[in-house]
């Protein structure tokens, strides 16, 4: 077990859809973090949440929105998407996030193909 | 520009013998370098990870070193076997990028029984 879980594992939707990816950590961090990994580009951070607040949006679109109820969940709310968001969302925890020294642990994401 | 580099970007060698991956950064104000290995349709292990005040940091076979100045990190892993081969990433906290990680493209391995 990877101590952080990310539902569904594969999603497809049309662009209209409106869809959900949730990540629950069990590691008892206070920081989770949004990554999107597409193809032949490196992989990038999305958004930061630090004690449930965000920290961070690394100029994402507003059709992805992050929600993070407790230090323990964090959700991605997808509306409106394009064929270019079809792509590998990873989500991460760590023990804080102004941390510098702790590694981050990431779930097995949640593959998104946009139709 | 803050930015890292993993060059090649594939590599394949024969099971035991040593590999050797190469991680290059723009910046040498960082806080952390950072190895992770990702197999295919997985999420990312994190290996090592080096602060900015060390040389080289060791798990088992593996083993990483961090040159600031030059702007490289090697990781080494010895006597190679197939369970090794997978796709290893290089990230970099640099100084001013908050807590945003920024990483290589990765090297994809493949370790020949």
Known sequence: ETGVTQTPRHLVMGMTNKKSLKCEQHLGHNAMYWYKQSAKKP???????NF?????????PSRFSPECPNSSHLFLHLHTLQPEDSALYLCASSPEGGSRNQPQHFGDGTRLSIL | KQEVT??????????????VLNCSFTDSAIYNLQWFRQDPGKGLTSLLLIQSSQREQTSGRLNA?????????????????????????????????????TFGGGTRVLVKP
């Open chain 1, 52 to 60: 449930k607040e965000q920290t961070e949006n690394n100029s994402v």
């Open chain 1, 43 to 49: 992989l990038e951070l999305m958004f930061v949440y």
């Open chain 2, 65 to 101: 070193s961090l040159d600031k100045s030059s702007g490289r990190s090697t990781l080494y892993i010895a006597a190679s076997q197939p369970g090794d081969s997978a796709t290893y990433l290089c990230a970099v906290l640099f100084v001013g990028a908050g807590n945003k990680l």
């Open chain 2, 6 to 19: 993993q060059i090649p970007a594939a590599l394949s060698v024969p099971e035991g013998e040593n590999l």
